[in-house]
Each structure stands twice: as structure tokens, then as C-alpha cells.
């Protein structure tokens, strides 16, 4: 089945610096990776997503790069706020399951 | 627009109870279904998912059980709880009937302690 690494599993960054997230996946059937946020005892929201017909996508602060070939996708956060604390999650799609990377824990020091 | 409604939002229940969550969604038809667990500070298990009624592929075996009597209702089930089944647990839908590249909405999850 898939297998899908995240990287790193912490971050700290000064507000107004840029924070990215690296994932990796194994099934190349995979063609659909969305990210997650996740406060504190909430549930996990999208954010973003990317289509693997797609290289790049922007919205607002928040992009996310895929390279097919190479199996990887990022997730970039610029001039980050400390309301962009949160743990975010990358997931890969493929046909009925959506398999999670383990997870980074963003802090945003103000 | 789709909403989904899990409960209860927290439960306390002591070893050996049995253990009933329970999910729905509104304003889809033929929702692909899933029962997530996270332990505390870690990542998403996935525990059952559904694409349909009485259609439940089960990924990890264990004491938990799930069911899906109707189209949108899925029921995450125990006979007797042990101190490890502890954790978050998010019911999450997605655009069913083959429909590709559809992202998964969670609800708001139930928090269980076993004591």
C-alpha cells in the first residue's frame, strides 16, 4: 500500500518568516494530495490541495508544490502569523483510502 | 450544503463497557465513509471505511466494530473497551461513486478516555 513521510515532524519559525512542510509517497496511482490543519483538540480542516495533473497551487499565504516524478509535495507558508500554530498534516489519495503523513507541529514565535 | 454531525462530543467509560459513536451527514448522497482514531500528540489511524451500506472494509482488527445502517449513518461499535482504545475518534466523508480527487471532511470528533 501507500506510504507517505512527513517532514519535519516540528518547526519553530519568527513570525513573518516562511515555514514548508516536505512530504513524500510511495504509489505513483496516487493523484490527489490535500492538506490538513489541525488546532489544538479540534478537528483536522483542508487547507489546500493539489491534483496530480497540477505542479502548483496558491492560495492567499499558502502554496503547495507537487513533483510527480520524484513522488514529493511541499507545503509553503509565508509571513507566517501565530495563528498558524497548528499541527498540519499531507495526505495521499488514492482510489477509496487517504493516507496521512504523521504529522508537523508549527509553532510561530511572535 | 453537507454538514457532518458526530456524538458524543467526549465520553468517559470505564474497561470492559461497551462503546457506541455514532456519525452522519447531510446533504450528500452516497458519502464514501470513514472512523479515524488519534492518540493523543500523534497521527491518523485509520480504523474502517465505507463506500456504501453494509460495505465496511476494516483496516485495522481489533476490538472495535463499525456498521452502516443507512446511506449516511456509520456507527463505530465496541463489546468491551480496553485502556488502549483511548484516543480522538473523527468520523470524515468524501464525495462517493467513484468521483476522483474529492478531500475529506471530518466532523468534530469524539474524545473517549477509558478509565
Known amino acids: 500500500g501507500e506510504n507517505v513521510e512527513q517532514h519535519p515532524s516540528t518547526l519553530s519559525v519568527q513570525e513573518g518568516d516562511s515555514a514548508v512542510i516536505k512530504c513524500t509517497y510511495s504509489d505513483s496511482a496516487s493523484n490527489y494530495f490535500p492538506w490538513y490543519k489541525q488546532e489544538l483538540g479540534k478537528r483536522p480542516q483542508l487547507i489546500i490541495d493539489i491534483r496530480s495533473n497540477v505542479g502548483e497551487k496558491k492560495d492567499q499565504r499558502i502554496a503547495v508544490t507537487l513533483n510527480k516524478t520524484a513522488k514529493h509535495f511541499s507545503l509553503h507558508i509565508t509571513e507566517t502569523q501565530p495563528e498558524d500554530s497548528a499541527v498540519y498534516f499531507c495526505a495521499a489519495n488514492t482510489g477509496n483510502q487517504f493516507y496521512f503523513g504523521t504529522g508537523t507541529s508549527l509553532t510561530v514565535i511572535p | 450544503s453537507q454538514t457532518i454531525h458526530q456524538w458524543p462530543a467526549t465520553l468517559v467509560q470505564p474497561v470492559g463497557s461497551p462503546l457506541s459513536l455514532e456519525c452522519t451527514v447531510e446533504?450528500?448522497?452516497?458519502?464514501?465513509l470513514y472512523w479515524y482514531r488519534q492518540a493523543a500528540g500523534r497521527g491518523l489511524q485509520l480504523l474502517f471505511y465505507s463506500i456504501g451500506i453494509d460495505q465496511i472494509s476494516s483496516e485495522v482488527p481489533q476490538n472495535l466494530s463499525a456498521s452502516r445502517p443507512q446511506d449516511r449513518q456509520f456507527i463505530l461499535s465496541s463489546k468491551k473497551l480496553l485502556l488502549s482504545d483511548s484516543g480522538f475518534y473523527l468520523c470524515a466523508w468524501t464525495t462517493g461513486g467513484g468521483a476522483p480527487n474529492s478531500p475529506l471532511h471530518f466532523g468534530n470528533g469524539t474524545r473517549l478516555t477509558v478509565t
Open positions: 446533504g450528500t448522497s452516497n458519502p464514501n
